[in-house]
C-alpha cells in the first residue's frame, strides 16, 4: 500500500503530526527530522551519531536502549521531562522493524502532553 504514496506525500504527513519526530539508521545516525518541532534540531545533526546529541551523562542508557533495540530486547523506551518554560513533554523511542524483524533502525518520537487530562470514567 505504502508504494503507491509519493514520498513527498508521506513526508508533508509527517510534518502535520503534532509530534516530533526524529529517525535514527541502523547505524545509529540520525537520518531524518519531521518539521513539528519541541527541540531546536540544526540541519547540521543529519548524519551524527545519536548519542553526541546527548548529554554525556545520558551515553550510558542510550548505549543500553540502542543494544536492547538491536537485540530485539526491548522495542520501546519511554520517559518524561519537564521544559523550563512549563511544557510537559513525553518522549518515545521505538525500534523500526522489517516485515521479517530485522532492525532498521529507531524513532524518537516527543509530544507535549501538558493539556492530556486523563478522561473522566463513564
Same mark, same amino acid.
Given at each position: ?16 503530526? $503534532? ?6 539508521? =541502523?547505524?545509529?545516525? *540520525? ?14 545533526? *543529519? ?9 554525556? #551523562? #545520558?551515553? $550510558? ?9 538491536? #537485540? ?5 523506551? =519511554? ?9 510537559? *513533554?513525553? *518522549? ?15 524513532? =524518537? ?8 487530562? $486523563?478522561?473522566? $470514567?463513564?
Amino acid at each position: 500500500m505504502l508504494e503507491s504514496l509519493p514520498l513527498s506525500t508521506i513526508a508533508a504527513m509527517l510534518d502535520t503530526l $503534532p509530534v516530533d519526530l526524529t529517525f535514527m539508521d =541502523e547505524k545509529d545516525r *540520525i537520518v531524518w527530522f519531521s518539521g513539528h518541532r519541541i527541540f531546536n534540531r540544526p540541519a547540521e545533526i *543529519i548524519g551524527r551519531d545519536v548519542r553526541l546529541c546527548h548529554k554525556e #551523562s #545520558s551515553r $550510558p542508557a542510550i548505549d543500553k536502549m540502542i543494544a536492547d533495540f538491536k #537485540s530485539g530486547a526491548s522495542d520501546l523506551v =519511554e520517559h518524561f521531562t519537564d521544559k523550563s518554560d512549563g511544557r510537559k *513533554i513525553r *518522549i518515545r523511542y521505538m525500534a523500526v522493524r522489517d516485515a521479517l524483524g530485522d532492525y532498521l533502525g529507531m524513532v =524518537e518520537m516527543a509530544d507535549d502532553i501538558t493539556s492530556v487530562r $486523563p478522561s473522566e $470514567p463513564v
